[in-house]
């Protein structure tokens, strides 16, 4: 009744076969994201800092660099001169975000130092918001 099949088949399956394109591990994907989001930071950061001197700022903005470096295997980030012109209230609430972003991930990795540096972006960028309440009413 049924005949047997006598070609190969055009379905294969992937165990086995080398593939000719490189695959990066869970980790590596997350360090690359995690970078990703510090590098954000440093650049909204660094034009926070354009807006008026800071030491908090100065040493966030060494911190993230240090961490965005360590994370690209030692390559730093590049940084730009940032313009003077910019709302500060929306530059806040943007490094905010992208602290708590930068959070999420450095969780996932169990990457401690990030994850504080993240946390203490996010309080730091909360309380320059609630100092002026006309910025807050932006949100």
Known sequence: M???????S?????????SD???RSRE?????QLAGHLAALLAV??????????ADL???????AAQVARLRGGRTPLRAAPAAAGDPGALHRRAHALAGRAL??????????????????MDAHAAALS?????????
């Open 2 to 8: 049924y005949e047997p099949i006598r070609t190969k």
């Open 10 to 18: 055009v379905h294969s399956t992937m165990a086995g076969t080398t």
């Open 21 to 23: 394109f490189p695959h």
């Open 28 to 32: 590596e994907e997350l360090d690359i």
């Open 45 to 54: 950061t660094d034009e926070l800092r354009a807006l008026g001197p800071s």
């Open 58 to 64: 100065e040493t966030a903005a060494e911190r993230l």
């Open 104 to 121: 999420v991930v450095a969780a996932s990795r169990a990457d401690t130092a990030v994850a504080i540096l993240s946390a203490e972006r």
């Open 131 to 139: 100092a002026d309440p006309k910025e807050l009413s932006t949100a």
